[in-house]
């Protein structure tokens, strides 16, 4: 029988399946399931506060993983056959390169300002701001009220009022 942590992710397996589906794992979220799986079997990570949020992380972050990894290699490919034409050439013609390189780093900034607030918030607010999913079905997605929903889009939109504010007085 799983204790901890894996006794967690079993009981929550339908609804990190639901989660890595809405995020856009598609036919991989089983194979998703599977690594966590793996994973908490070679080494549970010991003082997880809150288990749950971990699990979604950790979900996202494989998903996130085999996205860019998936990216890079049908990228060597394309280049392997299209003769190599260089990294630089994806990129925006129009746009300097410091002003690309300064828009990479905001992006990560408020990346990581949305990471900082957990899994949940950064799930609803992505849900909502960048893929157009109403709050109403984001708070049936997640099993939570509509209110719930509502206050980690306040939450959100503080955070990254705050970070727009920092960054504009830079």
Request: charge should be negative; hydrophobic fraction near 40%; proline fraction near 4%.
């Amino acid at each position: 029988m799983a204790v901890g942590l894996a006794a967690i992710f079993l009981e929550n397996r339908p609804a990190l399946l639901r989660f890595l589906r809405a995020r856009g794992a598609g036919d991989d979220a089983e194979d998703l399931c599977q690594d966590i799986w793996m994973k908490l079997e070679t080494r549970e990570p010991e003082d997880v506060t809150e288990p749950l949020p971990y699990l979604y992380r950790m979900a996202n972050n494989l998903m996130l993983d085999r996205y860019r990894s998936t990216t890079r290699r049908e990228k060597r490919e394309q280049d392997w056959a299209g003769g190599g034409t260089g990294v630089m050439s994806d990129v925006a013609n129009d746009v300097p390169v410091d002003e690309q390189l300064i828009a990479a780093q905001r992006l990560e900034q408020a990346e990581a300002v949305l990471r900082a607030l957990g899994p949940r918030v950064e799930m609803v607010f992505r849900r909502f701001r960048m893929e157009g999913i109403g709050q109403r079905a984001i708070a049936e997605e997640l099993g939570v009220s509509l209110t719930t929903v509502e206050k980690d889009l306040q939450k959100a939109y503080r955070a990254m009022l705050t970070l727009k504010q920092k960054l504009d007085t830079e």
